[in-house]
């Protein structure tokens, strides 16, 4: 595990715990608007925030907004452009459900990766039962391709990414998603295991739950067993496609270790100390600061400074946490290389390469 004084590799803004939708697989929407409205930050808290974080980490470091539905806020964009004239790198996470009158201003504005959350490209209702919304996979594929037509048009550099649970429902759909990518000129596409409903909260209620001796609920296990054997073989032919060029952003090391938790989910829990003590800093909607989304904050950064957060009494307690934590949480995207902010440099990396190899005659 890496030294704590390291600083923080994925920074998330969860601006607000509210959403329209209704996912089966995720409670934050659960949270009651008027309840939480007046407690979340402010625009000028949140521009501090930048500035705290700007005078620590310096340029050019990448954050992600995220939630609940981050477009849920009008200052969304605000935000962005003071992040972007303190040279700090947006990106921003979104249902797709209520951002089509924001097209043009989301091309326009300094975001630089927009990843629209998509579970099925073939069948509509596994999207929509997915997302507890009917008409949600109509507007998000028009999302996604409105936006990719208007990006090309107005020659913008924004990154559109795809960001995909793995469920016993969508398997059949994984493969054609990646395909939809790939012809759609869509920058990459991103699989996140499915994790327990229960890590998936809003803060504003939960403030955070036992990991030591969390127990994998006895409907998750079975839905896992049950999927197990066709998830394996998914997972082989998204290895294949890989390193045949199609734009995963999950990492070998990551899909390999979905294989591994497919053929026995306790295997994990040894093969894979979590990480996200060292690399995390997630700042929810009242400016409470986690390391680990599950735990109890670890400060709040209206009050303390980040770098002092960082490396507090409790920032230590739950460095240590992490080594004993029994939750599969570790799977998810945030403790692997390949992460949401990573998205759009991996693209002007991949764009960098092509034009060496033009250059060079380099095949
Ligand atoms: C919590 S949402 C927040 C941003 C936005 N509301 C959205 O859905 O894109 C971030 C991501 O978590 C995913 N997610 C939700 N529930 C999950 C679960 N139980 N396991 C894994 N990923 C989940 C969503 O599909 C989405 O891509
Ligand atoms: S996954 Fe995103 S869209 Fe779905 S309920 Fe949670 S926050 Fe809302
Ligand atoms: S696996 Fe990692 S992210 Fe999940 S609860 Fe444990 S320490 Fe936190």
């Known amino acids: ?114 990843n629209v959350s998509l579970n099925a490209v073939n069948n509509p209702l596994i999207h929509d039962e997915s997302r507890g919304r009917q008409g949600s996979y109509e507007k998000t594929i028009e999302t996604i391709q409105t936006l990719t037509k208007l990006r090309n048009e107005k020659k913008s550099s924004l990154g559109i990414n795809i960001a995909t649970i793995m469920l016993p429902e969508n398997l059949e759909e994984i493969i054609p998603l990646v395909e939809y990518v790939t012809k759609n000129k869509i920058n990459g596409i991103m699989f996140q295991l499915l994790d327990d409903k229960e890590s998936f909260h809003g803060y504003f209620y939960q403030k955070g739950c036992k990991t030591s001796t969390y127990k994998m609920p006895v409907e998750l296990r079975t839905k896992y067993k049950n999927m197990a054997k066709r998830a394996i073989e998914v997972i082989d032919k998204l290895i294949e496609m890989k390193q045949a060029g199609h734009s995963i952003y999950n990492s070998y090391e990551q899909l390999n270790a979905m294989k591994v938790f497919f053929n026995n989910p306790d295997d994990i829990l040894n093969e894979i100390i979590c990480d996200v003590g060292t690399t995390n800093f997630a700042i929810d909607p009242y400016g409470d600061v986690r390391l680990c989304f599950n735990m109890e904050p670890v400060g709040n950064i209206k009050d303390t400074n980040p770098e002092d957060i960082w490396i507090n009494e409790k920032a230590k307690k739950c460095r240590n946490m992490t080594k004993s934590c029994k939750m599969y949480c570790r799977l998810l995207n945030c403790n692997f290389k390949h992460n949401f902010a990573n998205f759009n440099k991996s693209f002007i990396y991949r764009l960098k390469n092509k034009i060496v190899k033009i250059l060079t005659g380099r095949k």
């Open 1 to 114: 595990m890496k030294e704590f004084n390291e600083k923080p590799q994925q920074i998330t803004f969860d601006v607000t715990d509210r959403c329209q939708m209704q996912c089966v697989t995720c409670s934050k929407w659960k949270t009651v608007a008027s309840e939480v409205m007046d407690k979340e930050l402010t625009t000028e808290d949140w521009k501090e925030v930048l500035n705290k974080l700007h005078k620590w980490l310096g340029d050019g470091f990448w954050f992600c907004f995220s939630g609940g539905e981050p477009f849920l806020r009008q200052d969304i964009f605000e935000l962005a452009e003071y992040a972007h004239s303190l040279c700090i790198k947006v990106a921003s996470m979104t249902n797709a459900f209520s951002i089509q009158h924001l097209y043009e201003k989301i091309i326009d504005s300094p975001i630089e990766s927009l």
